[in-house]
């Protein structure tokens, strides 16, 4: 399996449950050799994060830091309806877009219902990526979830993070390893992510890519073992 480069969903301290700045991010990164990464701030629905107003003013942060390239991105939060968390005119500041379901802001409606809230998401240009679509606290329609992924131009995530939690999210290696032969049969793109809370976790990819290879998943579906595929994707130049 190529090695994994770029960690895309991680949050810092301005998201309200996480422990490192911009920078001690960008420096664990750099120790653990990637070459990119995206700081994903959760967008308004989950306590204490951000003030929407934070997000019109991501231009000040170097692009650069510890020689580690920095994307800027959300968290945007599902919601009830299909609709997502954060106003348009703040998302147009954004790189790029992760939506996903989170149960402090959303109430659970079933599985067809989860599915077309979050394909209602993924019509907005800016997302890009689902985010951990594997917790059966919110059931999801496996084969519907990935053939709009494909349709709209949308990667799926395999979050790290999920696989260690598994007291919180339910069922998550059996969701998973319904969604990646899936993703595989309709060749629809993935996210390995760390979505590191504290910067002792960024790049830490371990038990997705154990998943991964377990599941023989074509390598090339993998969008972030290349900086190039990866950005070219999100028609980042």
């Given at each position: ?189 993935l996210i390995i992510s760390s979505d590191a809370h504290d910067p002792g976790w960024v790049g830490r990819f371990d038990l997705a890519c154990k998943l991964i290879e377990e599941l023989n998943v074509d390598d090339e579906l993998i969008l972030n073992n290349n900086i190039e595929k990866l950005k070219r994707f999100m028609g980042i130049a």
């Amino acid at each position: 399996m190529k090695k994994i480069i770029a960690d895309i969903h991680m949050h810092t301290l301005a998201s309200g449950h996480a422990y490192g700045t911009i920078r001690e991010m960008a420096e664990a990164a750099k120790e653990q050799e990637l070459a990119l990464i995206g700081i994903t701030e959760h967008a308004p629905g989950i306590p204490g994060t951000v003030n929407p107003f934070y997000y019109s003013n991501l231009e000040i942060i170097p692009r650069m830091i510890h020689g580690v390239e920095v994307l800027h991105g959300c968290e945007i939060n599902v919601l009830n309806g299909g609709r997502l968390s954060l106003e348009q005119k703040y998302i147009d500041y954004l790189d790029f877009a992760i939506a996903g379901i989170h149960r402090p802001c959303y109430e659970n409606e079933g599985r067809d219902e989860n599915t077309s809230n979050i394909i209602q998401c993924m019509k907005n240009p800016k997302v890009y990526f689902i985010s951990h679509p594997d917790d059966d606290h919110t059931p999801l329609d496996y084969e519907r979830l990935v053939l709009a992924a494909k349709k709209y131009h949308v990667a799926l995530e395999v979050n790290n993070s999920s696989l260690v939690k598994t007291k919180y999210r339910l069922n998550c290696y059996e969701n998973y390893r319904t969604m990646l032969p899936l993703c595989q049969q309709y060749q629809v793109p993935l996210i390995i992510s760390s979505d590191a809370h504290d910067p002792g976790w960024v790049g830490r990819f371990d038990l997705a890519c154990k998943l991964i290879e377990e599941l023989n998943v074509d390598d090339e579906l993998i969008l972030n073992n290349n900086i190039e595929k990866l950005k070219r994707f999100m028609g980042i130049a």
